[in-house]
């Protein structure tokens, strides 16, 4: 039984060694697995890889005035446009009546991202006479494409049922007589009709290449801006700047990781040994839920990690504390065990919830840096009721189970 409980130990041991060098040392045999964490990288924010900080502030149009309503629709414009370019955790957020605050982390060229992002993409297709016959607002999809007989890189259009009705009437109007196609008033191409066109599909021609076309193919497909929008400030955090914020976070995490270690060791000695090994099962599981939810890590985010796992260790402190009172009153290991987790518990659980209370405002109330942190918290705080109560107490009765430490003083009485 005691040599059992002794390899069960060694076993869970080797087990948080195994993952915790799998999720330091990333291995490509787990990329392919989707539900599996490990092999996968942590999404960094704008303040740890570097990308772009920009203010927009919108201007009247002779169409539209600035109003909630078109701040609204203007935003939703913008978000659209970004989650086609794929870039991981945008921030698109109102900042007073007329400005859109935006961040993109890790975006090759920051500069045509903000060109692209603030272009009003107000298509229009007009007949000879210059008067509009259908827009933008018509367009079901957008699609980048090239050719299959001639490769020629094209845009291919598909209008709502309303607009294929709109096109078909408009091109059977115009038979043998040009519709000019138009994009926030430049003439992109001016083909002839040949014959109606009744399925509500169109192209458009002339890109030299696909990624200009996909570019065109978004900003269609996100609809056209409904005010002007001017940069009024424009932040570019360098790739460099980023990694040296992220080392120094790193280093920092390591330093108080390495205190709380030893300290719980030197104190409290086998309980402090075993919270040891509750908190790299709580650190390889916090940031499995990381990467699982595809979180993005900012510094605030760092923070708040780091501080979970100084809140993991006092629910230990507490416990641990009526546990050594237990065992002063001359209670046997596991009675006290039983006795100092019943005892230490609630007020374990109450410090929680008001911890997540706290977090809970500070993510309903707070700006998007600010709600990175209450998230990272949380999840460290629910994470932590798990393995500060659930895991050490196992892990403590399986170490009294061995009876290979009966010596009260080696549990901190």
Not at 120 to 148: C, H, S, V, W
Not at 221 to 229: E, F
Not at 253 to 267: C, E, T
Not at 275 to 300: C, E, K, N, Q, R
């Amino acid at each position: 039984m005691r040599w059992s409980k002794l390899l069960t130990m060694a076993a869970i041991i080797l087990v948080i060694a195994a993952l915790g060098i799998t999720a330091a040392v990333p291995l490509p045999v787990f990329k392919d697995i989707a539900w599996l964490p490990w092999g996968k990288e942590i999404i960094l924010g704008l303040d740890l890889q570097g990308g772009v900080h920009v203010v927009l502030e919108a201007r009247d149009t002779p169409e539209n005035k600035v109003n909630d309503e078109t701040m609204k629709r203007a935003q939703a414009v913008l978000e659209r446009r970004i989650n086609e370019t794929g870039v991981a955790e945008p921030v698109v957020q109102r900042q007073g009546e007329r400005r859109i605050i935006v961040e993109l982390a890790g975006i090759d060229d920051p500069e045509q991202a903000v060109i692209d992002l603030i272009q009003p993409a107000y298509l229009e297709f007009k007949n000879e006479l210059g008067q509009t016959i259908i827009t933008g607002a018509d367009l079901k999809d957008a699609m980048e494409a090239r050719d299959p007989n001639t490769g020629q890189v094209e845009v291919d259009l598909t209008f709502t049922p309303e607009g294929t009705k709109k096109f078909a009437q408009a091109t059977t109007a115009n038979v043998g007589k040009p519709i000019g196609i138009y994009l926030d008033g430049q003439l992109l191409q001016n083909p002839v009709v040949q014959e109606p066109i009744t399925n509500g599909q169109a192209r458009i021609t002339g890109y030299e290449n696909l990624d200009e076309a996909h570019t065109i193919a978004i900003l269609l497909r996100s609809g056209a801006l409904p005010v002007q929008l001017e940069v009024m400030e424009k932040r570019t955090v360098g790739p460099q700047l980023g990694q040296d914020s992220l080392d120094r976070s790193i280093n920092a995490g390591i330093v108080g990781l390495v205190a709380i270690l030893v300290f719980m060791v030197v104190y409290y000695r086998i309980p402090g040994l075993i919270a040891d090994l509750a908190l790299a099962f709580y650190a390889l599981i916090v940031l499995a839920i990381f990467i699982g939810i595809h979180a993005t890590m900012t510094l605030p985010g760092i923070a708040g990690f780091l501080l979970s796992l100084g809140i993991a260790v006092d629910a230990n402190v507490i416990i641990f504390e009526r546990v050594k009172e237990e065992l002063r009153t001359g209670k046997s290991i596991r009675s006290a065990i039983d006795a100092g987790f019943k005892r230490g518990f609630v007020a374990v659980f109450d410090a929680n919830v008001t911890t997540l209370i706290g977090a809970a405002v500070l993510y309903f109330f707070g700006t998007s840096v600010i709600r990175g942190f209450a998230v990272t918290l949380s999840i460290g705080i629910l994470v932590s009721m798990f393995t500060a109560i659930t895991l050490t107490r196992w892990f403590l009765h399986l170490t009294a189970a061995t009876n290979a430490v009966k010596d009260p003083r080696y549990y901190g009485a």
